[in-house]
């Protein structure tokens, strides 16, 4: 049986996608890219947020009419009956972790120990350690789709982690829905620190990037952790949503304005060499002209290497629901847009104290448009969301190398760098 499979939305979802994929393999079937030579597509949508649904009704759509066609993950788990009545000619509807259903409707072998298939440049991978959230974040549907906060076990993660690093996988994205929730639930207290620990002792893993990392749980101890070690690399995810204290209130997001500024500090203070990215949302019901002048100039003082702002969309079952939609779509679109531009200056400034600086580079590739130019990431650049780094070398790189290079100069959002031979 001939499967192609598509995966949409977070790096999350793309983790699900290639569990799914070492499944599928271990089971008897042939893995194809090219959706014409497949006798199934398998569908792996997301539901958070407009847009994404969207996304997702369009590719089912453009698939179901003329291939035999499943439909798994996010958008599934929250609108499955809706979707049955609306698209009827999808042959089966699956909701998330839904691996092994599938293996069993295809009428393919079922392997309890199959391998990921890492989909991904041969140099990083995400490695996801927990399922689910317990915030309550008043925007958010997350919990409704994904549940509970649910821990992988550590020894999981870490047999995970060495099978990537004898794939030759250099770097760890390490990838949940509340990152530093980790081990809670499992082990009644935070246990990232201690996974952090063992991750660093793998052979092969050169760095560890921490995603989405929640304001309230960036702890002293996970700093000085990160400060130790030589691999975890002080690259900060932080989600903050906002910084107008009456708009975080009505988010449910536990902190205020000074706790943000006092984290920010305290994170600087610690790790000088830090990069910061973070998500912004505007738009929010009770976002006033004031609640926005106030995020703009915060965005401004130019805190952050690297920031990202979603309009809000409301979202039924989440508790912002009640509070209806009443800044117009344009206006969205157009805060979006300033602050964005905003921190397209910052950013660039940011790039230039790189310029002179001779810094490890992980090689994820080569870029075709510029004749098969290397191209990789600096540690102040996550893969897909953040820029990359163009390499001028005089040897032949491949995908997984660990160089170092001098930057010399820097793009709109991009850099440019020469690669530093040993002496």
Known sequence: MKVGVISLGCAKNLVDTEVLLGKLRAGGAKLVNDPKKADVIIINTCG????????????????????????MGCLV?????????????????????SWDQIVDFLGLRKWEDSKRVITTPKSYAYLKISEGCNRLCSFCAIPLIRGRHRSKPMEEILKEARQLAQEGIKELCIVSQDTTYYGRDLYGANRLEKLLEELEKIEGIKWIRLLYLYPTEIEDSLLECIAKSEKVVPYFDIPL????????KSMRRGYDEAFVRKLIEKVRKRLPEAVLRTTFIVGYPTETTDDYKKLSSFVSEGHFHWVGVFTYYREEGTHAYSLGDPIDEEEKERRKEE????????TQRKNQEFVGKELEL?????????????VGRIYAQAPEVDGITYVEAQRDLKAGDVIRVGITQVGEYDLGAIYQPPV
């Open 48 to 71: 958070f947020i407009e847009p994404a649904k969207l996304e997702a009704i369009e590719t089912i759509l453009e698939f179901a009419q003329r291939k035999k066609v499943i439909v």
């Open 339 to 346: 602050i964005l531009e905003v921190q397209k200056e910052i």
């Open 241 to 248: 949503q906002h910084i107008s204290t009456p708009v975080l």
């Open 77 to 97: 788990q929250r609108y499955k009956e809706e979707l049955q009545r609306e698209i009827p000619e999808v042959e089966a509807y699956f909701g998330t972790e």
């Open 362 to 374: 992980l090689v994820d590739g080569f870029d075709e448009e510029f004749g098969y130019v290397p």
